[in-house]
């Protein structure tokens, strides 16, 4: 019995001197410890980037191009940077119905000159993210300077492609890949997009550098009245945010 009051009180004394000598430890660990916090501010300001931006190679959107027929060019956070003018040449007159191809545009890239696909190229700076339409409408058919009418002509755009440089990230847009126009100014969807899609620069190519050459067409019937002078029309390009 006297044993085990001896076992006991050498085990209490045990541990009280191991709690001790824990705490002391403790305390020699942080001796005197002081706490105290402040906060600090962190922040950043946005605003409207309404400059425009400069067209680059539909090929290579990377690089910065200028073209030889700057033509066009809106600005804004939402815009149309630059447009190709299609220019099918000059041609025979044939009773024959012939499908003409328009010209490669032609741009420069530093010192050298070099051909690329007709297209078209948009930015959105708005940051909105809320997506964009650009559709394009004939405004008349091809025609003299004395409006004399080349009838039937059909003008179609082929092979349609969307780029954009190697930084942009965004979701890209839908490209309406093949359509025709109509001489009576209707509106024609060419790129489009949807919520959360299409931020940032994006070119709309017709054709790359294998299909350029035949991705934009005139269709001009055989039976149709020619003159030895030069037809043109004119093409809106419209870029908003709403739906056509």
Do not use: C
Not at 92 to 112: M, R, W
Not at 197 to 205: I, K, T
Request: aromatic share 6%.
């Amino acid at each position: 019995m006297k044993t085990t009051k001896l076992v006991m009180a050498s085990m209490v004394i045990a541990g009280t001197l191991f709690s001790t000598s824990l705490a002391v430890f403790a305390e020699d660990e942080n001796p005197g410890v002081i706490e105290k916090s402040i906060k600090s501010q962190g922040d950043v300001t946005f605003k409207i980037d309404d400059g425009k931006t400069p067209p680059v190679d539909p090929t290579d959107p990377n690089k910065p191009v200028d073209p030889i027929e700057p033509g066009e060019s809106t600005d804004g956070p939402l815009s149309i940077d630059h447009v190709s003018n299609l220019h099918f040449g000059e041609q025979l007159i044939s009773a024959k119905p012939k499908t003409y191809y328009a010209n490669l545009e032609k741009v420069k890239l530093g010192e050298d000159e070099k051909e690329v696909p007709n297209y078209v190229q948009v930015t959105d700076k708005r940051g909105s993210n809320e997506g964009w339409y650009l559709s394009v409408k004939q405004e008349k058919q091809f025609a003299t300077g004395e409006d004399v009418e080349l009838d039937g002509a059909v003008l179609s755009l082929s092979n349609t492609q969307v780029k954009t440089t190697t930084d942009n990230k965004a979701t890209p847009p839908t490209p309406n890949t093949t359509f025709s126009l109509t001489p009576d100014g209707t509106a024609v969807p060419v790129m489009s997009a949807q919520k959360d899609e299409g931020m940032g620069l994006w070119v709309g190519s017709f054709g790359n550098e294998t299909t350029g050459e035949n991705s934009v067409s005139l269709y001009v019937p055989g039976e149709s009245a020619k003159q030895t002078a030069t037809y043109s029309t004119t093409l809106t390009w419209t870029i908003s945010n709403t739906e056509i």
